[in-house]
């Protein structure tokens, strides 16, 4: 059994940071590509950052040059550093990781951007 648990969500005032972790825990023996996707009522799931186990990367549009994704091999954890956040940022966060033939996802973290 794997388990992928969030934290380090809450509310921020815009032009605020964040930084959000993934711990995974379970029967592991290798994870492979990560992510944090987000999502708000009403709209689809959306890729906000993914890391291979190499290290690249990739970053949606709308977070460049703002969100910076990271992730330990060692500690199996990975990690989502969020710059000049803004409004529209506004959404719950999931982890995301395939382990062999699947793919995990944790329970979410609320990321609420408001004055």
């Known amino acids: 059994q794997v388990q992928l648990v969030e934290s380090g969500g809450g509310l921020v005032q815009p032009g605020g940071s964040l930084r959000l972790s993934c711990a995974a825990s379970g029967s592991i023996f290798s994870i492979g590509t990560m992510g944090w996707y987000r999502q708000v009522p009403g709209k689809e799931r959306e890729l906000v950052a993914g890391?291979?186990?190499?290290?690249?990367?990739n970053l949606a549009e709308s977070v460049k040059g703002r969100f910076a994704i990271s992730r330990d091999n060692a500690k199996n954890t990975l990690h989502l550093q969020m710059d000049s956040l803004e409004p529209e940022d506004t959404a719950v966060y999931y982890c995301?990781?395939?382990?062999?033939?699947?793919?995990?996802w944790g329970q979410g973290t609320q990321v609420t951007v408001s004055s």
């Open positions: 890391i291979t186990r190499g290290g690249a990367t």
């Open positions: 995301n990781a395939k382990i062999s033939y699947f793919t995990y």
